[in-house]
């Protein structure tokens, strides 16, 4: 190249040299990214924390676009429901505000209602343990919708559940039993919860109900938990009966349930919902045996 | 007079389809799928309505970001091309002008919005492999979302007889702040329990554009229907309104010393 064409031609750029720097600068912030990202990922960051806590200014912040915002949230509070879940040492400080957050954005979002009170009511480590917060949480959603007869049902729920106030229980089964479009077992289920609260039968009935009326896996697998429970727990009684009608029997106590089998009291060896054998604690009653995925806490 | 209306109306829609505005129906399709499936794997229970809100939502935004950007851009763009004093020296009064700028984005604006509405109507019979009674709802409130844009580019149009870009465009976006939060600013008005604050906000609350009227997304996706007086009483409101916006727009461009 003449020095005289080097000087009128205008300086080319590298471009492949610079295609290629572009390329490293972006795979370099990534890695960056991922540094710092991993660093927070302890405690820290775990929880985010709730900046806004006010549905009223979140939802005018929106400027109308309030309903996405409101699945924006819910979705968030399913996230952090599970996470905490997961994390061994649940907490759940904001599950409530998240779902007063959520409805007060979308007042008709139904599922915040049923799936929050379910898991603000349940004891930990399943769920909050708050159902004085499940209450209000539901009584709002009454507000919002009060052609919806459903939340009724999960109100009588929490009191005769968590609160084991049958009273309470079967006045608002009844009253959920009156709204348009409510069927026909609410008014029984009054009758029964007002007649016989407290009783596992009549647990056993509620948590069906909810077995099969939800549509959300995570409410499908704790109604199932608790109905095996309960199941469990019915079965642990009557062969605590059984073992106390061998003892006086035989004028000794059963060592194991083949004693039982063996005497004619039972038809086989007894196992539970799980499929794990039952066996005869050292204080001579029924109980779970050992591996048993049943968790009776849930009864009680 | 009406072929000059229109013909600048036209004009003013091939103008935007050359500058490639309808590509932002690539973007809304993109977010739509992927924003279902992301939620539909995060989320409990309400894939449907995600995709309504999320569906309309961005129908809204991405036809209001149009209207307020070539909304404020339709007079300054031809005085800053100098193509407007072409026009005026053919026989087309000023006022043909105004209001064939104005229809022409709003005809933009509806093909916009139609093509963005059959998407989502797509998604939504994708989701569930049917429709359901209550997806009407949803079509109203994309006619809602229609009288908004028109009131919208109403208000980018006067901003755009009166100020430079810049300015229009911040002016527009306040007033599209504001007629959102209209209630509020009523209410704090009367909170503070002057008697002048009070008035203050109640004259701001009845001359200021309510935008908050025109949005029933929310409860387009639980299915609820619009109450039949709602539809004819905010259809003429956006009508009367649009009609002020544009006649002031006009008054304003009459008077208007062009160099």
């Not at chain 1, 009783?199 to 909810?210: G, K, M």
């Not at chain 1, 061998?246 to 009291?265: I, M, N, R």
């Not at chain 2, 209306?5 to 091939?14: M, Q």
């Not at chain 2, 193509?83 to 005026?88: D, M, R």
Request: glycine residues 6%.
């Amino acid at each position: 190249m003449r020095l005289e064409d080097a000087l009128s031609r205008p300086r080319q750029l590298p471009r492949g040299l610079l295609w290629a720097a572009l390329v490293i600068a972006l795979m370099a912030q990534a890695a960056l990214r991922w540094t710092t990202g991993s660093m927070q990922t302890g405690s820290a960051a775990a929880t985010t924390p709730l900046y806004i806590s006010s549905g009223k200014l979140l939802r005018d912040l929106s400027l109308g676009y309030d309903g996405l915002l409101a699945d924006i949230y819910w979705t968030r509070t399913v996230q952090y429901f599970g996470r905490e879940r997961l994390s061994g040492h649940p907490r759940f400080d904001q599950l409530g505000p998240l779902l007063r957050i959520t409805t007060t954005l979308d007042p008709h979002l139904i599922i915040a209602y049923r799936f929050g009170a379910i898991f603000l009511a349940e004891k930990p480590p399943g769920g909050a343990g708050r159902p004085a917060e499940a209450l209000q949480l539901l009584r709002r959603g009454i507000v919002a919708n009060p052609q919806y007869w459903r939340l009724w049902q999960d109100l009588g729920f929490i009191y005769y559940w968590d609160l084991h106030d049958y009273r309470a229980a079967a006045r608002v089964f009844r009253a959920g039993s009156e709204r348009p479009g409510a069927e026909i077992w609410m008014k029984t289920l009054a009758a029964a919860v007002a007649a016989k609260g407290g009783e596992l039968r009549t647990s056993q009935v509620l948590w069906a109900q909810i077995y099969r009326a939800t549509e959300d896996e995570t409410v499908r697998k704790s109604a199932l938990a608790h109905l095996e429970a309960l199941e469990a727990a019915q079965e642990l009684q009557e062969l605590d009966k059984a073992l106390a009608f061998y003892e006086k029997q035989t004028g000794h106590p059963a060592s194991s349930f083949k004693d039982l089998v063996a005497a004619g009291l039972l038809r086989r060896m007894p196992r539970d919902p799980s499929g794990t054998p039952y066996m005869v604690a050292p204080d001579g009653k029924a109980s779970l045996g050992p591996g048993s995925t049943i968790d009776l806490r849930l009864v009680h | 007079m009406i072929h000059r209306i229109s013909s600048i109306a036209r004009h003013t829609f091939k103008q935007s389809v050359r500058d490639k505005v309808l590509y932002n129906l690539i973007v809304f399709a993109f977010l739509l799928i992927a924003a279902s499936i992301l939620f539909g794997k995060i989320s409990v229970d309400i894939q449907r309505i995600i995709l309504v809100n999320l569906g309309l939502t961005a129908i809204a935004i991405f036809g209001l970001l149009i209207a307020i950007f070539i909304g404020i851009s339709l007079v300054w763009r031809e005085i800053d091309r100098r193509t407007l004093y072409n026009i005026l020296s053919k026989p087309v009064a000023r006022w043909e002008f105004v209001l064939g700028k104005y229809l022409g984005l709003l005809l933009t604006l509806l093909v916009n919005t139609a093509i963005m509405a059959a998407g989502f109507y797509l998604a939504l019979f994708y989701q569930d492999r049917r429709f359901q009674a209550q997806d009407v709802a949803s079509l109203e409130a994309i006619y809602f979302i229609l009288l908004e844009l028109a009131l919208m580019v109403g208000v980018a149009l006067f901003f755009s007889c009166i100020s430079s870009l810049t300015l229009s465009a911040v002016f527009t976006f306040c007033v599209f702040i504001i007629g959102n939060l209209l209630a509020d600013i009523r209410w704090f008005g009367s909170e503070t329990h002057s008697a002048l604050v009070s008035a203050i906000t109640t004259f701001l609350y009845y001359l200021l554009p309510n935008f908050s009227l025109f949005n029933v997304i929310g409860s387009a996706a639980h299915g609820a229907p619009v109450a039949g007086y709602l539809l004819v009483s905010r259809s003429l409101y956006a009508l009367l309104y649009a009609a002020i916006l544009v006649s002031a727009s006009i008054l304003i461009f009459e008077e208007r010393e062009l160099q």
